[in-house]
């Protein structure tokens, strides 16, 4: 039994009305957070977030560096996207919320159409409607993130695949392959369902189990090709096969680790923030192989160390996927994105919206139970939850990448509704009453009961150490450095000599003008975590600012071996290197600096040349 193919045509005006009035409150929610962001210190990025790696990315590509030095690390498409953006209008990032803002509304739109394919239109619309109070989406509309184009064009995958499941003809199977490769370069935590859903879609039809195959074949086909593109990108950068990013050893080692949670959790040794972590898992990675690596040899090594874990504590391996499968199916939303502490105690917009599904997961396991009587019909709905819970409890559970789950789990949310009111409607109190039973059983379970308790509890520890952390950064951001250094006292004293907690305090004092008190930090910080670049970087720079050009010399070597793709530390040693007249090692540093420096960086570039020039 197929979903009903032509209910994307019957639109009524009242529900096209509907849908209008769901987009302009969407986007007007959307409008009103955007006013709230702009007030923030930080708008339009924050500093070192991985929305500021996106908006660099953006710009690079913009400026024409096309092919990099390496090869990807995070997903491609999206960054190209701003980066053509950026060329065409500039870099205003307020009108790329706009159109993130749009798509954000769009997707409820969407979510309505796939709903009404296996449900009533009061379902659609109720789904609709959670959708569009899901606090989330509109928090993750205003970074500079692929999220808002993911939510999309899973959505509008979702909708081609029950539009081809009828009739799946070889050029519908290349286009689909096609947009799976579009979807996969974007976010690729749909590749498993895409794979999966469109085999079901073509061996459950009547027709040969050859003519299946060769469909499937074909579908594949156009998968490799949106693949192969980011493929050969990533050899004529690096010279490496890395099929689209290579990010997948570090993630799954986040994820796999002996100190791991079950949320984003990495050694005290990598810096969470996109841009560093990926460095510092290759510095390690490199330090302990005692050789050079390229990007799927970094991964691989991680990889391997996850796998070793596995291997020699399966008990405990199984134990935390068992954990993290509960909270991606758990109420609570683990963001590890550093803004949300900025944003959510002062926008009055995601205040009233939901922030969780507390209140919503005992409506979609009543619309999970519902939906089973058309199964068969429903299958795919099913499939995609199945899927996409599977390929993040492999990894870790962040609300970045299940709230690709949430617009499913508003659907059969939506189902339990229509069922509570159809109860009301009939006048079935009793049924109307066990439904109720039914939910207040669920939210105790899921909120308060043992089986998830221990899914929504991380370790208390590193659960207070991040706080004070985050808290520390918003203090920081708003020139309070008096309560920022008491709050980096109190992350020390639940973590002693973590570096994160000195390199903050280094900051602060260089900020401050102590430059002496400063080196103490970053000293200390070099001294417990001795593959620490931004610990050598800091001191060089200081060092130079105090005229100490032979220690500058020498902690800058340093850092230039950890991270040689870092043009701010050969910048830093060729001034070191032309105060102590070794103008030919200058020069060879200021070139590899502009080799390596950000092309939008005019400024920075006319410094280097001049410097150059002065040689």
Partial sequence: MQPDADKLIRLTPRIIIFLVIIFAIGFGLRMAYLSELMSFKFFPVLENSDSSAYYNWGKDVAAG?????????????????????????????????????????????????????????LVAGAAAILCLLYGLFIFYDGLVMYTSLSLVLNSLFLLYLFKISGNPSGRRMLICGIFLGICAITQASIVLFGILAVGLILFQTKKKSFSAARKFVIFLCGFFMIISVTALRNYISEKDFVPIAGNLGINFYAGNNPQSTGVFFLPDDITPNQEDMFRDSRIIAQAVTGRNLRTSEVSSFWM????????????????????????????????????????????????????????????????????????????????????????????FVSARYRLMLIPVFMIFAAAAIEKFVYYIRARNWRGFKILCLIWI???????????????????????????????????ENNSDYSAAMSELEKAYLLKPYNRRVFLRQGLINYKLGKFNEAIQYYRKAAKFSPLCADAYYNLGLIYNQQLRFVE?????????????YDFNSHFELGMAYAALNQRQEARGEFNLALKYINRWRKLDIEIIRRELSAL
């Fill in 65 to 121: 560096d096309y092919f990099g030095y390496l090869s990807f690390m995070k997903w491609p498409l999206y960054a190209y996207c701003l980066g053509a953006w950026f060329k065409a209008f500039g870099t205003n990032l307020a009108l790329i919320f706009f159109v993130q803002f749009i798509l954000g509304s769009l997707n409820c739109i969407l979510v309505f159409f796939i709903a009404r394919k296996f449900f009533s239109n």
């Fill in 552 to 564: 500058a010399r020498e902690v800058l070597l340093k850092t230039v071996s950890l991270d040689p």
């Fill in 304 to 395: 391997h160390k996850s796998m070793d874990y596995a291997l020699n504590n399966p008990f405990e391996f199984m134990s935390k996927f068992l954990k993290k499968l509960l909270m991606v199916l758990g109420p609570k939303e683990h963001v590890h994105d550093i803004e949300y502490a900025f944003v959510l105690p002062e926008s009055a917009v995601l205040k009233m919206l939901f922030k969780d599904l507390t209140y919503i997961l005992p409506f979609v396991f009543i619309g999970l139970f519902v939906g089973l009587k058309d199964f068969k019909k429903n299958f795919l709905l099913y499939l995609y939850i199945g899927s996409f819970s599977l390929g993040i409890a492999i990894f």
């Fill in 441 to 475: 059983g669920v939210f105790i379970i899921t909120s308060y009961g043992r089986i998830f308790a221990f899914s929504v509890k991380q370790e208390a520890n590193s659960a207070a150490f991040e706080a004070r952390m985050s808290n520390a950064l918003v203090l």
